[in-house]
């Protein structure tokens, strides 16, 4: 069973990195390399004339090869996680038919990253942000409150499984993500907009890729009769 889950889980999660990878160096990364344009201007005159000893930047990957395959590791370690999670759930409740791994992607979409977005929406390079702890323990919270709801939506029959399903799905966005107290960016707003649009679309197909690739993977190996 662990062997049945765990290749499921690698081979789905690197054909979904592999896709995820390919988005974001063709629309993701520029948006962000201008992104950090406005950073530099900003800093450039308040840096002019001070001298700095002993201290050391923070490592960052140069662009171009590095940043990609930087970016791949990311994305292939992630990947792989989600889909660790997707072939143990499968294991307890899986789809009967290969293409209901669709409908678990999206589950994992709505869940991981569209219900996040709404309190938290992607952020470029510059822009203010509330303290990272409370916005971690925000993003858990509704990942969870979701995936919840959309199990009982999901499974359950009982009418009183829907509506609390439907509070669970309300609850976080009521008592609202944590803010910044005051909001701020570097970037002009219409890039902000245009790179939530990117990542919001970017990570919907890789959702749907994890999503059918480890159903398939998942029934190949399962025991013949």
Known sequence: MFQRIAFSAGVAGLLAALLLSALQSLWLTPLILQAET????????????????GEEAAWTPADGWPRTLSTFGGNLVVAVGFGLILAGLFNLK???RVHQGLLWG????????????LGLPPELPG???A?????????????GATAAALALLAFTRHPGFKIAA??????????????PVAQASLAP?????????????????????LGLAC????????PQA
Do not use: K
């Open 38 to 53: 406005y950073e530099v201007q900003t800093e450039a005159p308040a840096m002019a004339g001070q001298h700095h000893h």
């Open 94 to 96: 899986g789809p009967t």
């Open 106 to 117: 999206l589950a994992g979409y709505a869940t991981f990253c569209l219900a996040p977005s």
């Open 127 to 129: 822009t203010a942000a």
């Open 131 to 143: 303290d990272l702890t409370l916005r971690q323990a925000w993003w858990l919270g509704t990942a």
């Open 166 to 179: 439907l509070g669970l799905l309300l609850i976080p966005h009521l008592l609202g993500a944590p803010q």
């Open 189 to 209: 707003e219409a890039l902000q907009r245009h790179f939530q649009i990117a990542v919001l679309a970017s990570n919907l197909p890789f959702w749907l890729l």
């Open 215 to 222: 159903s398939w993977l998942f029934h190949r190996q399962a």
